[in-house]
Every structure is written in structure tokens, then in C-alpha cells.
């Protein structure tokens, strides 16, 4: 049974940083496409960032772009999401997700995989 863990959340002030991490279990890391989605209290799930299971391609939501980075560590099964210049707009929950496509995606219902997310504050 594949799992994925969350961690790395927390509260920061604006402009700060975080790095989130997200643990892949039961399944073969490298084998899946990995993404980022967030959500905020009385808003749907948006997509964040995603990266290919062969790590050469990412992908980000404009929101984000240039302030968060996707990356992978093979050897740790893991993803991370690195967010600098934190907006109190990032406020939300953040999930990881894991496809087995074999390239990234934006749509959460071609996830296969999902975390139980990590709160992210930020503070004005």
C-alpha cells in the first residue's frame, strides 16, 4: 500500500520560508510523477507545483512561480516543495500527490496517491 507524509509545515511571517517534505512508502518512488496542491478554508484544491518521475520537467502554478521550487531525492523517496517569499495568500493546507503517469500533471483526479497534508500560516 503506497503512503505519503507530509512535514515541514508550520507558521512563518511574510517573506519567510519553508520546506516541505513528503515521504513516499510501499510503492517505487521513482516510478511516479510527484505534485504539490493547496487548499484554503472555503476554496477548492489548486494545483502548486509538479515535477516527472524522471525529474527533468517541472511544472508550476503562476502564482507561485519563482518563489517555490519541486524537487526530488531518489534515494530518500521523497519530494519537496522549497517556498520562499511567503504571501499570507499561501496560507492553506498543503497535500503531496503521486501519479503513475509517466509525466507531470495539473489535474488532481489523475493523482493515484495522496498525503494528509500539512498547514502552512502565514502572517502578515
Known amino acids: 500500500q503506497v503512503q505519503l507524509v507530509e512535514s515541514g509545515g508550520g507558521l512563518v511571517q511574510a517573506g519567510g520560508s519553508l520546506r516541505l517534505s513528503c515521504v513516499v512508502s510501499?510503492?517505487?518512488?521513482?516510478?511516479?510523477?510527484m505534485g504539490w496542491f493547496r487548499q484554503a478554508p472555503g476554496k477548492e484544491r489548486d494545483f502548486v507545483a509538479a515535477?516527472?518521475?524522471?525529474?527533468?520537467?517541472?511544472y508550476y502554478a503562476d502564482s507561485v512561480k519563482g518563489r517555490f521550487t519541486i524537487s526530488t531525492d531518489n534515494a530518500k523517496n521523497t519530494v519537496y516543495l522549497q517556498m520562499i517569499t511567503l504571501k499570507p495568500e499561501d496560507t492553506a493546507v498543503y497535500y503531496c500527490a503521486a501519479t503513475v503517469r509517466a509525466s507531470y500533471t495539473t489535474q488532481s483526479s489523475r493523482y493515484n496517491y495522496w498525503g494528509q497534508g500539512t498547514q502552512v500560516t502565514v502572517s502578515s
Open positions: 515535477i516527472s518521475w524522471y525529474g527533468s520537467s517541472t
Open positions: 510501499g510503492g517505487t518512488f521513482s516510478s511516479y510523477s
